[in-house]
Each structure stands twice: as C-alpha cells, then as structure tokens.
C-alpha cells in the first residue's frame, strides 16, 4: 500500500492514547512524541488531528514551551472542522489558550526569522547577484569558467551568499528538520496532509508551499526516492524548474553545450542562482568519462521518468503544451534528468550545520563533561554561484551556511 493511504483514524487514537498515559505518568518529552505520531497518523482535519493538536498543546504548556502551545489551540479553535470536537473539549483548550496568554507578557520573537542575512562585501555584483560587487566570473582557455577578485578583499569579507536552486533535506534529518526549508523544526510542527512518511514542516505556510512545488508528486514515496542519492535532487531540480525551460534548454543540445563553462562570463549574461540557464551552463563532464557511465545515469533517468508519470508530474497543473506528445514528454524529461544528474556529479554540494555535540563520558574521564562542535550534514543542494569556485589545494575560500543559504 501506499505511504499516502495509510492515515488512520484509529491508530491516530492509539497513539493519542498512549500519550495521554505517558502524560499521566509526568513523561511529557514521551507523551510529545506519542502526540507528534498521532499526528502524523490522524487523517487530515478528522477529529482525531484536531484531538491530538489540543493534547499536544497541553505538553507544550507544561514545556513552557507557551507561543506553540498557543498556536496548536488556534489551529483547532479556527478551523471550521472544529465543530465535530467535544464542547468539553474547546472550553478546555480556550481556558488553557487564556492561561498560556496572561503568562506570554513579551511577545516571543522568532530569532529564527529575525537573525540577521550575511552581508555581500561592497554589495552585490549586478551581473550575478550571489556575488560580490569585487568578483567576477571569467572566462579563459586554460582556466575554464572562473571567479576572480577585482580588488584586494580583507581576510572574512563575504564574497557570495546564495540560496540554492533547489535542495533535499537527508533522511537522517527527517524528525528534526524540515522537509521544505531545512531549518530546525519547531516542537509544534506538522506532519505532510496526505502521506505517513517521515516528512515534517515548520508550519501551515511550509507544509502547504512544499506541496505546491515538489512534495504532491514525491508524497508517499519519499523513503524510495532517498534511496537514488543524487537522483533525488535531479527529480527536485525538475519539478523546481518551469516546463518551458526544460523544452528550451535542451542539456544534451549544441545551443546548451555552447553556454556550457562560458555562460556569466560576459557582462551581458545576468548569472542568477533561480535561473535554469546557471544551472543548465554548469560543468557535466560529458565528454572526457570522468563521471559515471552512460548507461547507468540514463536506466537512472527512465526510471525516475516513469516515477514522475505515474505521481501525476504531466498533469495539465503544470502547463505542458498541448502539441507535445507523451513519448516527447518522455524524452524530454530523460535528457533533463541525465543532464542534471550528471552536473550534480561534478557540482551538489552538502549543506551542513554546526552543532555543539551533546557532552559524553569516557572509560577515562568517567564524569569528564567532553563538548564538541561538529559539522552536519543536514541537506544536498545545488548552488550555482557557489559551483563556480573550483577546489584548490591552498583555498583562499571558507564556506558556512545559515540554514540552506551558503555564504
Ligand atoms: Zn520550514
Ligand atoms: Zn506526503
């Protein structure tokens, strides 16, 4: 069956079940995660989801944890499905909402969305807007396609900061980031409307951006997809990307392979990091069998071809012209995907965080409190701007991200 079939009423009940006696017994990280999987199992707006929003904001209020406690009431008190919970039941979550209130005096703010974006040394290069007014892209026979400095830069000046042209969040991430923009998931997120995949969203405006572009043709077979490794994000490039620029830019084409390594490098091209056409000119290495055989990436390609038919990808929401036929389509699609799979090859990078580590204990040092800082990797993404900077064994460039952005 199905992960989009799965949702279930009664395991929803369950599993809120469950929670409320972990409650009972003062385990409420336990009791949050069994309300978390009632959920997530709770078929979409049915009582059930309501029921497990209202228990979970009681675990959240004895978190203290008061903004998202708050925001679980309202999802139950303004949806008009509400009607079918027990009066008894909203006049306990409007008491508890009262309660949380009086407690929230200062206005928790989101210091996620309040912390600051890096700044571009000197502002942005108008040619390419990741870029720094003091980079250039250039171009030369024996360098390739290639940034340089047009002025001396300071030790730390910011030369590129750039959002991805589409990114996949990695499974081990799956209950603690989410699914749409990578960030750390708050502890009142939501579960995906339709599938019971380990796939989760900060909120309403994730959940519901997600599905609009990519997640109502992955849904209920996200745990497959992230079993192709690259493939995944090949799939994530298509359906991130308009269909009239799949038809246009042909990647096996002579006109694409001509952009190929040049493309930005002249004033007149604006290299932007949301344009097809960056990422279409980025290196494939199709001719000198540096990547994987062709063979391999194309039974790849048909594969995921045939995916994207079945999950409703041709479907006239996304504007395929009428005078293209289903075996074109077909075709189409094969060559994009070969094309971006193999410039994934050469270009993906992995998106990563800094995290403290949590303190462990040694044979050794048996109370020894270690503290760490490690880097994880959270998401793969292809950056376009960033793809142009070309490994040296003395870099003169750091990377960081803040969250899915690089700078
Ligand atoms: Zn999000
Ligand atoms: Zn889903």
Redesign the pocket.
Known sequence: MS??CEKSASKSTGRRNSGNEAFGRKKVIEALRLYNQALQSAPHLSPEFFLALGNRSAALRDLNKLKECAEDIDRVLEAQESSTIPTSTLERLRARRSEVLSQLHVKEEDDRATESAPQLFIGCNPSVPSLSKAVDIRFSKEKGRHLIANRKLAKGSVVIVEDPYAKVLLPHCALSHCHFCCRELPLNHL???????E?NFCNEQCRDEA?LKF??I???N?EKLNNIGLGYLAVRLVLCSDVDQLIEYDLASDRVKSMQRVFGSSPADVYSSSDFRSVASLESHDDDGETASNEEVELTAVKLTRFLRENGYFSSARCWPANISTKEQDVIVVRALVGLVRRLICNAHAVTKVVDSLPYTTDETESQEVLDRNEVYIASGLFPTTSLANHSCIPNLFSRYRFDTFF
């Open positions: 992960k989009r579960p995906c409307t339709t599938c019971i995949e796939v599905l997640h109502s992955e849904c209920g996200v």
